[in-house]
Each structure stands twice: as structure tokens, then as C-alpha cells.
């Protein structure tokens, strides 16, 4: 195999897992260390550099990182990333002097923003601090699109979502409530220097079967949720029935119940594994007592005399093999009662008010056409980012898409080419403090992660906006942060200083290094000291060593970055090194400012 | 911040046929310099024992004074031991193994704790066969009194500080043929894929199994004027001998036969094979095996491999005709006949 090159950023970045698996690439074991040290504040600004959103993320994230995170690997449970963020965030104390600010000099481009969701809100907070005036238009009389409408303040309190929010909108946005955009058209003709489109994918998928039409008491999930958080609607039926199974179907059923439903029942077409909802939102509803029913397809609506009786379901039978379904059967039909019925099948983006004819083209499923690098639409200086770009994902993928669109966005203001972006950079910086001493907690901590403690059920319903989560304690924060397995302190090898004493390969506790003749990777496999388990981790491959001209190699997918290699290194061949990563964001691309930091960025590290 | 080593299980963790992992052959953390040869011999007797299955309560560690003597700490926590005087070792395994001829013996010991101290032991053991494997950690240097030349040190060989060694030097492998011994190999503590098997060899062998290790001292004897730093031996090895141990189990598949390869029966039904990369060589004649280290000798290169091995040679038990029970299983009676009995055989001496 080729020698590892260890300069291309995108090898170590691959090594840390959760920062790899973070759509905004949120550097996590650095406000792991942070929130250890109690340096909160700091550890808030870290996330905040890259997510915007530390306090409302710390609650809500659809969590990419976790299942990506080493220690699940080795200990079933990963790190609780998304608690621990919550703690830093809860704990931090007035950071509003460390947050970036937009200066009284404007630089005289001025930008349109369509919807005031999180993408939009990132945008505008990238933007504003280099002097755009930017201009939200948003249809509700508040600010924060779905996190504000679609999840619900059980979830996620008000006051959290406000501060964040008023964070960037306090920086002098402009922002029009009440204010929907009916035309495109009308908003090009303003003449702004470019426009944004954050609107997220607000139209629930429809259930057309028979009985649809029939009754008032068949709700579609996403606007069902709308209407509660603007306490249009405030109670339901005892019995409810919620079709669909992901994340919006949970936030529905547990909803439900904080209405006055009883018996609530979330009705699955497919068998468990094929949920969409993130399995920690299953736990948390079926604790509230919601029967989550598999293997039901919905046939029809049974509506008496205009009042809804319940539903009748075809009963489904799945041949499944290595997470497919091949076949299906159906076996029988059941009819269950219910007096509401919620459909959360799925959203879509829509765009009836995006005239046809101004060059901004769609695919034949009514989707904008957006460049998955620059975000900008067919018709220059007209970008898409969050849901409104490809569809429903979440709010960390829509505020990455935002970060990518702002660049954009400046470098269009300024007649730069958009595809031209600046590569990632990382510094690399040992950690050796001295004999037996890194400067990070490198020993490993077999504790178990840490469990969320809830409110207790009977308070819970008591209050619509009740928060659930009670957050981690002194206690567990300590322990949750042990259980981090530094991944971003990188094992450095030099080959040129390594004697091939084989120390390393001796003290590894999980055999992941191995001295031996180079070869193809199939065959190079063959001679580790353990076996390859996880053939998408990256391997990493010196150079010849000089005594014996072997290689070292090493899997990197179960280092737990002790550092005993480096440890017991005599020669220092081995070192223990933070990867810094930097990713750039529009604040980069401003002339004269290339190695400027970022307000953020002006902290120690960890 | 800390300095520990964890124990770690991961999934899909291999287990040996006693069911024991190779985690459990390991010991207490190394406390020698970080780079020692004498870790990496560590590593492979935690290999050998946990291929050989052999459960940790079965082994007696035995060692002397010195750096390597320290090492038997540092591999299978479980196994008996006994840390003995400088260069007392031999007498110490010998009496164990008398009493319990069950167990199966590692004594580790130094060039210094061998060749100089304990010189004289070193011969008895080797001269009654003790049925153990006597394994020389080499490295030239006394370590633990900062690197003074050892016993083992060559001539015209210099120290980290430049001054020469004018002394011939005492070679474990030539003493050992010459005084008889049953099994003699040497090797290289950087070179596993040689050692594991064997070190398997030598635990396998029914006698005293001399290994002469070269083991650098990485903090005083790793430098450019030094004959047992990495580099110098990577570059002046001559491998005579290729070595395996097929257990008795185990199937010999014809491919083991490429080129020049003797197949030697061990009393346990284990097979050694010898595979000789050096084609004028016979490890099962002493004149020619002594031939040719000096050969190489004088060439200055370092034979490693299984270098001799006489299956004729009695161990110790059968030179003495002991009771094939070990002690500890014997009845009191058996083993303390009582004074009648001691009156009656010496009546017969008279």
C-alpha cells in the first residue's frame, strides 16, 4: 500500500468519527475536554462556531455524531455528545461580549432571506459580521421555523430557543414578520444583491384514502404541531391514532397525550428496524406509555355520519433478509377505533409562489435544481439551503448548507467565482507535557454512559411546555465526559526516528499497531496483529522504516488514544498531536483576512 | 494524566482452546526503559503461552537479579514465581521442578545474572537437564548499574561513553553446546515471527532449553560502537534455522516440507520442524554446530535459530529415577514413610 498522507487534513479529520460524521464538522472532543476542565463558556463557543446553535442542538440534534462515535464500537453506547452539549450550554455563563458583531460601517450589499429557520438565521449570522445588511421575510409572527413550530416546547423551552435566535437577530438583522413571500419575482424586482431561500419543507405528505375528506378530525402532523404552538389548537380526543413512524410521528404522539389523549397509538406500516425515528425519540414516547403498533398499513378512514370511528388497517407480512424487505403479504384486516387521527408520513418542500419562468429551474418532482457545492440555483444569485434545498433532513444539515451558501453568497456579492473554495487546514500540536504526562486524560474509563434522568410522568403532563430532560447532573457530566476517547489527539508517527523495537506494538492495548512487509491491502490485512473488523476505518501506512524496511501499520478503528505507543516510544517516533481542524467559513474568504480568527475562534484550546 | 495500561475486551476478542484470552497472559506494566528488547520478549512469551494454551496455575517464573530478571513480573499474573538471589536462579528451578515435576518452568535471566554471578549454576542446570526453559535476556551491558560492559560484551566492542572492551566475551550458545545441553537456540528480541515459535519449541522440548535473546539495551547500549544495538544486529544476523512447533493435534500438512526440512519427534507426540535456511548446517551434530557459530563468528555475523538439539540427553527426573507423581499429590504417607522406614533403608546401607 501507499504510504498514509498525513498532511491531507481529511485523514485525521477522518479519525475523529463524531466530528467526521457532523455535517457542520463541530469539533466535540475539544468541548468534551472544555466541559471536564468546567470551562463552559469556552466549550459553548466551540459549538458555537460550527452550529450556531449549541443550547437548542444540545436538546433537538438528530445526533449524526453518535452513531458514528468510536466508543460505541468498543462498548455498545457512544458518548452522550448531545447531552454534553446541552451542559455546556446550560452552564455557560454571559458570552454575549465573545459573540461576533456586525460592524456600523456596512460594505453596501444587501441580501433577502427567505423564512427565518435556521438556515437563514446562519446565513445571516455569517454575513452580518462583515457588514451585509440582510433582510429576513418571514410568514409567522416569530422567528425560528421548525424548531419553533414543528418541535415542541416540551422538547425544546421557548427561552432557549429565543436567546439563540435573538443572538444573530440582535446583530441589526432586519427581519419582517408576518410577511409571507408571495413572489419571487416581486423579491427579485427589489433589487437585492443576492437572495436566499430558507423556507424549509413545510408541506406534510398527504394519506389520500377513503374517508380523508369525510371529517375534521383527520390532522396533517406538521401543521397539527403548528397550530398547537401557536395555542390555536389545544386539546384532542381521547383516543388517537398517529400514522407514521419518524421523528414527527413521536413529537405528535407525546403531544397528544399533553392534550388530553388517553390512549395513543403510533401505527407502523413496517417492522421496527425500518423506522425513521431516531431510536433515543422511541424510547422517550413509548416511557409515556404510547403503543407503538408494527406491520399496519392504513386502508381506510371509517367516517360515520361525519364523526370519525377509527381506521382499518391491512395486516402486513415482510420477508426480510440482511435489512431488505423482499416480499411482502398481507393477512388480514383490523379496524381500530380512535376519535383524532395525526398524519406524520413525511414533509416536502413546495415552491407555488417561485414563478417559472426566472430562470431558477426545477426537476420533474418540483424541486429546485441547487449545486451541492456553491447551493446557488440555476439563476445566479439565487440560493437554496436546509430543507428547501434538498428536502427534509434536519437542522445541523441545514445550518452546514447555510455555512456553504454564505460563502457563496459573498463571493457572488463580490464577482468571485463560486467554486473556488479555500481547502480545509489543520495544525497539528503535541501534547506531551512530560514524563508520563499529556496534557489531555488519556486513561480509559470503562464507565457506562450516563442516563438521561426525565421528569417524572405525573408532572409531566401537567403543562403543555414542560422540558422532559432534566439534563445531566455534576455527577454524570464527569463521568459522560471520561468516557470520550480523545479521538482528536492524533497518534503522529515519523518513520524516519522509529528503531523497530516493537515497544509500541507490545503496550497497545488493543493490538492496533503492527510492524510487517508492506503489500495490497487484502494481503497486508492478513498480517495485522488483530483483525480488521471495520473494513471503512481508515489503515494507516508509513514509509519504509530504515532498519528493516517494513512498514508500520495501524487500524486505526479501535485506538483509544491512551498514548502508551507514544509512551513508551524511545525515540519519540510515536507522539501524541491535537488535530485542529479548521474549516472555512465566509469570515475566511474576506481579503486581507486569510489568517484573520474568527470571533469564535479566539480561544485556548482545550 | 495517568500511566495504566487498561484491559480492554473488544468484541470479536479470539480465546485459546482453554477459553483464556491473550489478555490474560499478560502481567503487571513494564517498569524497564520505554524501547527495551526485553518487553518485546515479554510480548512473546504472552504469544507463546497463549497459543500453547497453557493455563497460568501450570507455570513456575523463576528468575535472579537484573533488569531481566524483573520481567517475569510482567507476563502471566497468574502463574507461580519466585524471584530468587543474583544468579541463583538454576538452584531455585531446580528445586521446584524436583518437587513438582507437573510444572512447567520459565527461568529468565541476564547476561550478567547467567555469565558472570551466576556462571557456575548456569553449567549445573544445563549438566543435570532440568526440564525448563532457560531463556538469557543478551543485551552486553549491566543496565541496572548504567551500562557497564557485561560478560557477555565482544571484544573491540565499545561503550555508549567510547571506551573499548579489551575482554574476550563469555557466548551463552558455544558454553551451552559445549557443556551438553539438550536444546540451544538463539534469537532476537525484534524479530517475533523467530522467537514465538521458538520459545514454543524450547517450553515443548522434555530438558533444559537454553535461549540466548538478544535483547538491546536501548538507554545504554543502542549506540553506533555497540554489537547488540537494533541496527548492528538487524545487519549481522545469520539465520541458520527456520523453526515450528506442531502440537500433537495438530495436522503436518505437506507444504511444512519445502526445501530442506527435518521433522523432529518430541516424547509429548509434538513435532519440531526444523527448516534450515543455512544448507551446511546440522543442528543435531555438536562438532559441526560449534564449527559453524565459530565460522560465523569470526566473520562477525550473529547465528540465530534453533542451533542444537539432542533428544538422547536424560532429563532429571530419569537420571534420578523420581517418583512420577509430583510431591504435593502424594500421600502423606507415601512422602513421609515415618521413621521405621528411614531405620529400615539405612539398616540396608550398612
Given amino acids: ?606 | 494524566m495517568t500511566y495504566a495500561r487498561p484491559r480492554i475486551d473488544l468484541p470479536g476478542q479470539k480465546t485459546n482452546e482453554i477459553g483464556l484470552a491473550l489478555h490474560d497472559y499478560e502481567g503487571s506494566l513494564s517498569t524497564l526503559c520505554a524501547g527495551c528488547g526485553h518487553d518485546s520478549i515479554t510480548a512473546a512469551l504472552v504469544q507463546a503461552l497463549w497459543e500453547m494454551s497453557i493455563a497460568p496455575e501450570k507455570l513456575i517464573k523463576m528468575s535472579g537479579i537484573g533488569c531481566s530478571s524483573k520481567t517475569p513480573a510482567y507476563f502471566v499474573h497468574g502463574a507461580h514465581g519466585f524471584n530468587s538471589v543474583h544468579g541463583r536462579m538454576p538452584s531455585v528451578a531446580t528445586g521446584a521442578l524436583a518437587g513438582n515435576r507437573a510444572l512447567i518452568g520459565i527461568g529468565v535471566s541476564g547476561d550478567g545474572d547467567s555469565l558472570s554471578i551466576g556462571f557456575g549454576q548456569f553449567g549445573h542446570v544445563i549438566r543435570r537437564n532440568v526440564n525448563m526453559l532457560y531463556l538469557i535476556e543478551n543485551n552486553g551491558v549491566y543496565g541496572l548499574t548504567k551500562g557497564q560492559f557485561s560478560a557477555s560484551a565482544d571484544a573491540g566492542s565499545t561503550s555508549k561513553r567510547g571506551e573499548v572492551n579489551q575482554m574476550q566475551n563469555i557466548n551463552a550458545v558455544a558454553t551451552a553446546i559445549s557443556m551438553g545441553a539438550s536444546f540451544v537456540g538463539r534469537s532476537f528480541s525484534g524479530d517475533r515471527e523467530q522467537l514465538v515459535p521458538l520459545i514454543k519449541a524450547a517450553i515443548a522440548h522434555p530438558g533444559c532449553a537454553v535461549l540466548d535473546v538478544i535483547s538491546p539495551c536501548v538507554t545504554f547500549n543502542d549506540h553506533q560502537g555497540s554489537t547488540k544495538s537494533y541496527a548492528y544486529v538487524r545487519e549481522h544476523r545469520h539465520k541458520a534455522m527456520e523453526t515450528d512447533l506442531i502440537s500433537p493435534r495438530a495436522e503436518i500438512k505437506a507444504s511444512y516440507y519445502a526445501g530442506d526440512t527435518h521433522p523432529v519427534r518430541l516424547h509429548d507426540g509434538s513435532t519440531i520442524l526444523l527448516r534450515k535456511v543455512d544448507p551446511d548446517y546440522d543442528p543435531t551434530r555438536r562438532n559441526n554446530a560449534l564449527g559453524f557459530l565459530e565460522r560465523h563468528r569470526s566473520r562477525g555475523e550473529i547465528v540465530t535459530g534453533l542451533l542444537y538439539i539432542d533428544q538422547n540427553v536424560t532429563d532429571m527426573h530419569t537420571q534420578s529415577r523420581t517418583v512420577r507423581t509430583p510431591l504435593k499429590d502424594l500421600e502423606f504417607e507415601r512422602l513421609n514413610p515415618g521413621s521405621e522406614a528411614l531405620e529400615k533403608l539405612q539398616l540396608g546401607m550398612k
Fill in chain 1, 1 to 606: 500500500m501507499k504510504p498514509t498522507d498525513t498532511s491531507n487534513p481529511e485523514y485525521f479529520h477522518k479519525v475523529v468519527d463524531c466530528q467526521w460524521g457532523c455535517p457542520a464538522h463541530t469539533d466535540v472532543p475539544e468541548y468534551i475536554r472544555l466541559i471536564a476542565q468546567g470551562r463552559f463558556d469556552d466549550a459553548y463557543m466551540v459549538n458555537r462556531e460550527s452550529n450556531v446553535f449549541p443550547a437548542i442542538l444540545g436538546r433537538v440534534c438528530d445526533r449524526p455524531c453518535e452513531p458514528a462515535c468510536r466508543r460505541g464500537r468498543m462498548d455498545e453506547k457512544p458518548v452522550a455528545i448531545c447531552r454534553l452539549k446541552r451542559v455546556a450550554a446550560d452552564h455557560r455563563g454571559d458570552i454575549t461580549d465573545r459573540l461576533p458583531v456586525a460592524p456600523t460601517e456596512k460594505n453596501g450589499k444587501k441580501i433577502a432571506l427567505v423564512g427565518a429557520g435556521p438556515a437563514s438565521l446562519t446565513v445571516a449570522n455569517d454575513l452580518m459580521p462583515l457588514g451585509y445588511e440582510c433582510t429576513i421575510f418571514e410568514a409567522q409572527s416569530v422567528a425560528g421555523g421548525l424548531m419553533r413550530y414543528n418541535i415542541p416546547a416540551f422538547r425544546l423551552p421557548i427561552e432557549v430557543l429565543n436567546e439563540e435566535i435573538d443572538y444573530i437577530l440582535d446583530m441589526g438583522v432586519e427581519i419582517h414578520y408576518n410577511h409571507r413571500v408571495e413572489s419571487m419575482k416581486e423579491l427579485l424586482d427589489q433589487g437585492y444583491d443576492a437572495v436566499f431561500v430558507g423556507s424549509g419543507a413545510p408541506r406534510g405528505k398527504e394519506l389520500k384514502l377513503p374517508g380523508r375528506y369525510d371529517t375534521e378530525n383527520i390532522h396533517i402532523g406538521i401543521d397539527w404541531l403548528e397550530s398547537v404552538a401557536f395555542e390555536h389548537i389545544d386539546s384532542i380526543g381521547k383516543r388517537v391514532l398517529i400514522v407514521g413512524v419518524g421523528n414527527t410521528a413521536m413529537d405528535c404522539c407525546r403531544t397528544s397525550l399533553r392534550l388530553g389523549a388517553t390512549d395513543v397509538k403510533v401505527m407502523a406500516r413496517k417492522p421496527r428496524e425500518f423506522f425513521k425515528a431516531s431510536v433515543w425519540e422511541l424510547e422517550d414516547a413509548e416511557e409515556e406509555n404510547v403503543e407503538i403498533v408494527v406491520n399496519h398499513s392504513p386502508k381506510e378512514f371509517v367516517v360515520e355520519e361525519g364523526k370519525l370511528k377509527g381506521m382499518t388497517f391491512e395486516l402486513m407480512e415482510y420477508v426480510i433478509e440482511n435489512g431488505r424487505i423482499l416480499d411482502q403479504d398481507v393477512t388480514g384486516e383490523v379496524f381500530i377505533p380512535c376519535d383524532d387521527v395525526v398524519l406524520a408520513i413525511g414533509q416536502e418542500n413546495a415552491f407555488p409562489w417561485i414563478e417559472r419562468d426566472l430562470g431558477i429551474e426545477f426537476n420533474p418532482w418540483e424541486e429546485p435544481m441547487v449545486d451541492e457545492v456553491t447551493y446557488e440555483a440555476t439563476r445566479k444569485g439565487v440560493f437554496f439551503g436546509g430543507d428547501s434545498a434538498f428536502g427534509p433532513k434536519n437542522i445541523i444539515w441545514a445550518v452546514e448548507h447555510a455555512h456553504q451558501a454564505a460563502i457563496s453568497i459573498h463571493r457572488h456579492c463580490h464577482g468571485e467565482p463560486l467554486e473556488d473554495r479555500l481547502p480545509d487546514r489543520m495544525n497539528l500540536q503535541t501534547r506531551k507535557m512530560g514524563m508520563h504526562e499529556w496534557s489531555y486524560s488519556n486513561s480509559f474509563d470503562p464507565a457506562a454512559r450516563r442516563k438521561m434522568m426525565h421528569v417524572p410522568l405525573e408532572v409531566r403532563f401537567t403543562e403543555l411546555g414542560k422540558e422532559v430532560e432534566l439534563g445531566f447532573d455534576a455527577e454524570q457530566t464527569a463521568k459522560e465526559v471520561e468516557r470520550c476517547l480523545n479521538c482528536d489527539i492524533q497518534t503522529v508517527f515519523t518513520d524516519s526516528l522509529c528503531i523497530e523495537c516493537d515497544a509500541c506494538l507490545d503496550i497497545c492495548p488493543t493490538q492496533c499497531l503492527t510492524i510487517t512487509s508492506n503489500g495490497e491491502r487484502e494481503d497486508l490485512v492478513q498480517r495485522l496483529m488483530a483483525p480488521v473488523l471495520e473494513h471503512e476505518q481508515p489503515l494507516f501506512v508509513s514509509h519504509e522504516l530504515k532498519q528493516t524496511s517494513r512498514v508500520m501499520v495501524k487500524d486505526e478503528n479501535f485506538c483509544i488514544h491512551c498514548g502508551l505507543c507514544a509512551e513508551r516510544c524511545p525515540t519519540a517516533a510515536w507522539d501524541m498531536q491535537k488535530s485542529l481542524l479548521e474549516f472555512p467559513q465566509a469570515v475566511d474568504y474576506v481579503r486581507g483576512n486569510e489568517s484573520g480568527k474568527r470571533p469564535c475562534q479566539q480561544r485556548k484550546a482545550g
